[in-house]
């Protein structure tokens, strides 16, 4: 997920650390980030007196950098689950005080001793309907260039989605997806090589199928909604999405520790995280949250 920050984050960027009365945020950039801004960062500082300064995208070296330089500018992370459990066991991330940040509603799936949810997205299949006749089924379609022509646009990091989407495509059962055959998706993958054109981020995302510059996507599903409601005329299969969640983190060593776990208590209230649901089109993870 590393891409360009647009609109309302462009004046919010924080360039140094967070001074008094301050913590810094750091996330996707984005559709996203404008979600949590609004929903989290925003009623956060009207209600708790700490303004929230607004940095990214996340970058997982970056962050790693700082900790072991001991100069950490960042209070709270929006990360993928697989760096937290990595983080947390090579010492990069600070506990979570679950004295100040209420847990018993929170899905225990993606909540630890160091990550807490931020919220629930999905890989979804999106295409531009001015690029592609007819509507794909499912990601198999992906890979049939005879039926559906054009470029075809993948997450750029493996975990976790193109591996799995490469064998649903191959036919393999959901249900005996792991453990993974990495041959026998790299093998899938060869078959469309010279179609692939890799995103980092979700804004590039959404600009590659906007654009039609690629007509097929792998997208997490907020993205497709963003573009939904910019009037893109974008279509979105929900067959095999992988359904997976990102989570919130404290870097070891952050400056403003008791404002950043305030702030996570906030996010991932039951009202945080309804209204972050009803910006994103991302699901809470906070089970009593209605959005």
Not at 25 to 47: C, V
Not at 70 to 76: E, G, H, I, Q
Not at 270 to 282: H, I, L, M, R, W
């Amino acid at each position: 997920m590393k891409l360009i920050f647009a609109g309302i984050l462009a004046g919010l960027i924080a360039t140094t650390a967070a001074k008094a009365g301050e913590m810094v945020f750091t996330s996707w950039g984005g559709t996203t980030q404008e979600a949590q801004t609004k929903s989290w960062a925003e009623p956060f500082t009207a209600s708790a007196g700490v303004k929230v300064l607004q940095d990214g995208p996340t970058d997982y070296g970056k962050l790693k950098a700082m900790v072991d330089a001991k100069n950490v500018t960042w209070d709270v992370v929006d990360v993928e689950m697989d760096f937290a459990i990595k983080a947390a066991k090579d010492g990069l991330l600070e506990p979570i005080d679950f004295a100040v940040v209420p847990k018993d509603d929170l899905d225990p799936r993606f909540s630890n001793e160091h990550a807490i949810g931020s919220f629930y997205y999905s890989f979804v299949l999106a295409w531009n309907k001015g690029a592609v006749p007819g509507e794909p089924a499912g990601w198999a379609d992906m890979f049939d260039t005879k039926k559906f022509p054009g470029k075809r646009t993948f997450y750029k990091w493996s975990a976790p989605g193109v591996i799995e989407i490469a064998l649903l495509a191959d036919g393999v059962p959901a249900d005996k997806l792991y453990p993974l055959d990495l041959d026998r998706a790299f093998k899938k993958l060869d078959t469309i090589k010279s179609d692939i054109v890799w995103w980092g981020g979700g804004a590039e995302s959404q600009q590659l199928i906007a654009s039609g510059e690629a007509a097929f996507g792998q997208l997490w599903n907020g993205r497709v909604f963003a573009l939904e409601k910019d009037g893109a005329d974008v279509g979105v299969s929900w067959n095999q999405n992988l359904t997976a969640a990102d989570v919130l983190v404290v870097p070891k060593g952050a400056k403003n520790k008791d404002a950043a776990m305030k702030f996570l208590a906030a996010a991932s209230s039951p009202t945080g995280q309804a209204k972050f649901a009803e910006a994103s089109g991302y699901a809470p993870i906070n089970t009593k949250a209605k959005a």
